[in-house]
C-alpha cells in the first residue's frame, strides 16, 4: 500500500524567494511519485514526476524535486517564487503494479508574498 | 485538442437523490479514473475504466458506480446521496502505455452540492 503526507496545509514566501514543499511517501514497492498543481477552480496539472534512474527531477515552472529513498521524501523546490506559483499543490504516489491508481497527499497551499 | 471535459460544472441535488456526472477524455486516451476532492482535502480514489470494465476500486461504498462507453466517455453515479457525498468530482484520463507512470490529464471538474 502506498501514503504520503504533505507536511505544511500552508506555506507562505516572498516573491524572489526559495520555495520549498516537504512530502514524504510510504510505498510497500519501489515508488513512482508525482507532484501536481491545482489553480483555483481548475483540474489538477502535472508538474514533475519520479520513476526510475536520475533522482533529481526538473519539472515545468522552474520547479524540481529530489528522490531520496533513505529518507523516503521527495520535497519540491523553486529557487526564485512568483506571484503566478500561488496555488495548491499536491504530491502523490503509485507503484508499478498499481497501474496508475495514484495516492494523493492531502495538499500544500503556496501563498506568495509581494 | 480538447482536453478533458466533464459536466455539468456545478450542480445542486437534495439528499436521497441520484447523480449522474459525465467525463470525455483526452484525444487518443483509452482509460478513464474517477476521484472525490472534499473541501481542503486532496483527490481520493473512487475507480478507474479501461476497456468498458471497472479495472480499481478505491474505498467507496457500493453507491457509488461508473461506465465507460465505446468511444472511451464515462459516467460516474451516485445514489442515495448524501450530505457528505459534497464534493468536487474529479475525472482524468490516460493512455493505456503511460498508465503505470502517472500521465494523468485532469479535467476541471464537477461541483455536486447536497442539501
Known amino acids: 500500500a502506498q501514503s504520503v503526507t504533505q507536511l505544511g496545509s500552508h506555506v507562505s514566501v516572498s516573491e524572489g524567494a526559495l520555495v520549498l514543499l516537504r512530502c514524504n511517501y510510504s510505498?510497500?514497492?519501489?515508488?513512482?511519485l508525482f507532484w501536481y498543481v491545482q489553480y483555483p477552480n481548475q483540474g489538477l496539472q502535472l508538474l514533475l514526476k519520479?520513476?526510475?534512474?536520475?533522482?533529481l527531477v526538473k519539472g515545468i515552472n522552474g520547479f524540481e524535486a529530489e528522490f531520496k529513498k533513505s529518507e523516503t521524501s521527495f520535497h519540491l523546490t523553486k529557487p526564485s517564487a512568483h506571484m503566478s506559483d500561488a496555488a495548491e499543490y499536491f504530491c502523490?504516489?503509485?507503484?508499478?503494479?498499481?497501474?496508475?491508481?495514484?495516492?494523493f497527499g492531502s495538499g500544500t497551499r503556496l501563498s506568495i508574498r509581494p | 485538442d480538447a482536453g478533458v471535459t466533464q459536466s455539468p460544472t456545478h450542480l445542486i441535488k437534495t439528499r436521497g437523490q441520484q447523480v449522474t456526472l459525465r467525463c470525455s477524455p483526452k484525444?487518443?486516451?483509452?482509460?478513464v479514473s474517477w476521484y472525490q476532492q472534499a473541501l481542503g482535502q486532496g483527490p481520493q480514489f473512487i475507480f478507474q475504466?479501461?476497456?468498458?470494465?471497472?479495472?480499481q476500486r478505491g474505498n467507496f461504498p457500493d453507491r457509488f458506480s461508473g461506465h465507460q462507453f465505446p468511444n472511451y466517455s464515462s459516467e460516474l453515479n451516485v445514489n442515495a446521496l448524501l450530505l457528505g457525498d459534497s464534493a468536487l468530482y474529479l475525472c482524468?484520463?490516460?493512455?493505456?502505455?503511460?498508465?503505470?507512470?502517472?500521465?494523468?490529464?485532469f479535467g476541471e471538474g464537477s461541483r455536486l452540492t447536497v442539501l
Open positions: 484525444s487518443g486516451h483509452d482509460t
Open positions: 475504466y479501461y476497456e468498458e470494465e471497472e479495472r
Open positions: 510505498s510497500s514497492v519501489p515508488p513512482y
Open positions: 502523490a504516489v503509485t507503484g508499478y503494479s498499481s497501474a496508475s491508481k495514484i495516492i
Open positions: 482524468a484520463s490516460s493512455r493505456t502505455s503511460s498508465r503505470g507512470t502517472g500521465e494523468l490529464f
Open positions: 519520479y520513476t526510475t534512474g536520475a533522482t
